[in-house]
């Protein structure tokens, strides 16, 4: 994007500054290789100047880079130095000045040796030694842990420490190495095969401290890959942490950080199980105590309900039915007898009433003729005339001295 | 209606059956003699449902008693 300026109408510094930072900006990474011309560490900044000088023409270029790209340079970056930088070059529009942001300096060398492995590290992939299905798992708890590790090394007291500290029954069998130098890799190899074949060894350890990628060059010895990957038993590779990883971590069937990660790794911490089984019985025991109580509790209420907890309430109930039907037929059975019987009462008394010896009882006679008609008047009765009086207990054969007709109504007599 | 034929009753089969003859109980309607073998029937089931509880209470604390006296010994 060129910029359309004329004296008229120049551009603003802003604006080439700007334009000229995009520019550099798509340059993106690049792998530079020069010397150190001059090296500007400030106390306390957190970022490093360096000034990189091409080794042939009279070039150069401003490096900066965070501290710990350069701290980590080994051996340790020098004025001098023949290095090559990964970087991002950058245009700085306060100040007007290209820089080289960089993120990686490598000793040259250095860099040959790693591309070298890295050819090999591929070559090895390709084959497949490092393929995630050919990874064995660790054993849980290894009757024997084997260890291939250089004789009195940190990384050896680390490994059998925190190994016993762990699990204090562990056995450890320990083959001595040199974990260095031209010996190493045929050392390393014979060691891992020892320990292979011991059939009580159920994990191998191979433990070294940490060091500079040459110091680490026979654990990406391809000797010493293929005993491991040629081994049936487990590999932990224990080396210490590097920016570049042996090949032998790549191999291995589990990779741990350090010589104290791969006691970690292949025993459990004997403390921490029990601790972990202990709380998962409390948490079982727990769950069923609560079950157990949730049921009795439940069983309990039901059978407290009404029709389990007093079952002769379903005899009960019906028997005061039947009690509620007797009352109530014997009370209507005995209405039905309480009027039958004023019934009868009544009736007798009427039929006590209409009864003509209750008159006679109350000291009324019934004449009758000699033909045996009653007498309810004087007529056709003469003197003389015999007569028969009916009283209560008998009769009386009576005769009839005289007549006198009377002025009452003879229809008040009550008759037979 | 004897022991024997649901002395294989589950735990939960037994709670299940208890609740259902329950609900009849207390919807009524049954005969008298339906009522009463079911009320049987409840306790029966009630009694089964007890025992296991019981059996799995005393395991429980068999179970604690064991680890108490393993844990003694330590």
Request: proline share 11%.
């Given at each position: 994007m060129a910029l359309q300026t004329s004296p008229e109408q120049p551009a603003p510094v802003r604006q080439v500054a700007l334009a000229i930072s995009g520019w550099i900006d798509r340059l993106g990474a690049v792998w530079v290789e020069g010397q150190v011309a001059q090296l500007n560490r400030r106390q306390g900044v957190g970022t490093v100047f360096l000034t990189l000088r091409d080794p042939v023409a009279d070039v150069s270029i401003q490096v900066t880079c965070n501290r710990a790209v350069v701290d980590s340079a080994d051996p340790p970056l020098v004025e001098g130095a023949s290095v090559v930088v990964h970087g991002r070059p950058r245009f700085y529009a306060n100040r007007g000045s290209l820089s080289l942001v960089a993120d990686e300096i490598r000793m040259v060398g250095l860099g040959e040796l790693l591309a070298r492995l890295e050819r090999r590290r591929q070559l090895l992939a390709a084959e497949g030694l490092?393929?995630?299905?050919?990874k064995r798992s660790l054993p849980f708890l290894p009757s024997t842990v084997g260890l291939v590790t250089a004789r009195d090394s940190a990384a050896e007291r680390d490994v059998v420490e925190n190994t016993r500290r762990r699990w204090p029954a562990v056995r450890l069998q320990t083959v001595y190495a040199a974990?260095?130098?031209?010996q190493s890799a045929r050392e390393v190899i014979e060691a891992v095969q020892r320990l292979d074949r011991?059939?009580?060894?159920?994990v191998i350890v191979v433990a070294r401290g940490g060091g500079s990628v040459e110091d680490l060059l026979p654990f990406s010895d391809e000797g010493v890959v293929r005993a491991v990957f040629a081994a049936t038993t487990p590999v932990v590779s224990a080396i210490g942490?590097?920016?570049?990883?042996?090949?032998l971590d790549l191999v291995a069937d589990v990779r741990a950080s350090t010589p104290t990660d791969a006691a970690k790794l292949v025993v459990p911490d004997v403390a921490e199980e029990r601790t972990r089984v202990v709380q998962l019985r409390d948490r079982a025991r727990h769950q069923v105590g609560t079950w157990l109580r949730h049921q009795s509790e439940a069983l309990a209420a039901v059978r407290a309900r009404p029709c389990l907890a007093d079952p002769t309430s379903i005899v009960e109930q019906r028997a005061d039915e039947v009690d509620d039907l007797v009352t109530r037929a014997q009370r209507l059975v005995g209405h039905r007898l309480d009027r039958a019987a004023d019934d009868l009462d009544h009736t007798r008394a009427r039929v006590r009433a209409l009864s003509p010896l209750e008159t006679l009882r109350r000291g009324y006679a019934v004449l009758q003729d000699e033909d045996g008609r009653v007498l309810t008047?004087?007529?056709?009765?003469?003197?003389?005339s015999v007569l028969s009086a009916r009283v209560l207990d008998g009769r009386l054969d009576v005769e009839v001295r005289d007549t006198h007709p009377d002025?009452?109504?003879?229809?008040?007599q009550e008759t037979a | 209606m004897t022991e024997e034929q649901t002395d294989d009753l589950g735990y939960e089969q037994a709670r299940e059956e208890l609740l259902k003859v329950v609900r009849t109980l207390e919807e009524g309607g049954a005969t008298l003699e339906q009522s009463l073998a079911l009320w049987e029937r409840g306790e029966h089931l009630a009694r089964v449902c007890q025992e296991w509880l019981d059996g799995a209470r005393e395991r429980l604390e068999a179970a604690l008693a064991e680890r108490e006296g393993a844990e003694d010994e330590d």
């Open positions: 490092f393929a995630r299905e050919r974990m260095q130098g031209t011991d059939p009580a060894v159920d942490h590097e920016p570049d990883t042996p090949i008047s004087i007529t056709g009765v003469e003197a003389g002025r009452t109504d003879p229809s008040d | -």
